[in-house]
């Protein structure tokens, strides 16, 4: 077998739903979740407890959201 698409007919080509979606972000850019991962990680490092650290990420969140909203 080689892979060709003949010997396989029930199965079905990746589908491409998902991919314009994944071609908008820029290279390098970075997502939320790991804008607040790296976060964690920094505070981690720096020896908080887990607590403190969810605290400083919710406060440091929400302080973006109406910060960009009062800037609109």
Known sequence: MDGR???FP???P???VGDPM???RKPG?????????ALQ???ERQGLERDV???AVVTTLAYA???AAGRA
């Open 22 to 24: 994944k071609s908008k």
């Open 41 to 43: 990680a920094r505070l």
């Open 65 to 67: 959201v109406n910060g």
């Open 10 to 12: 029930d199965r079905q």
């Open 14 to 16: 990746p589908s491409p």
């Open 53 to 55: 650290i969810d605290a």
């Open 5 to 7: 698409a003949g010997e």
């Open 29 to 37: 850019a970075m997502s939320l979740w790991t804008i607040i991962e």
